[in-house]
């Protein structure tokens, strides 16, 4: 449930959560127009998408790659004749 970075789950978790309970304290039951389930929708995604961020191992990897390969320069040769 909680994955690699525990505070980025449960920051998306609240997100849910407080999406839903608005929508039930405040507009009092389900959307009645389509630009209450954009609302509605669109916070679920985001807490959605902020509690797997992290999870999938986007960012903060414990085995970081490098970017890019050390490469040695060559060797200049002592005679410039």
């Known amino acids: ?10 920051v998306g978790y ?3 959560v407080l999406t ?10 389900l959307p009645s127009s389509t630009d ?3 609302k ?3 916070g679920i995604v985001t ?6 961020a992290k999870d999938f191992n986007k960012s903060n990897s414990s085995h970081p ?9 060559p060797r200049v040769s002592e005679s410039n004749d």
């Not at 807490?47 to 797997?52: M, N, P, S």
Request: overall charge negative.
């Open 65 to 73: 790659q490098p970017v890019a390969q050390v490469v040695n320069p």
């Open 40 to 42: 509605f929708a669109g």
């Open 36 to 38: 209450g389930w954009l």
């Open 1 to 10: 449930m909680l994955g690699s970075s525990w505070m980025t789950s449960a």
């Open 47 to 52: 807490g959605v998408g902020i509690a797997l």
């Open 20 to 29: 839903v309970a608005q929508q039930v304290f405040v507009e009092q039951g």
């Open 14 to 16: 609240v997100v849910i």
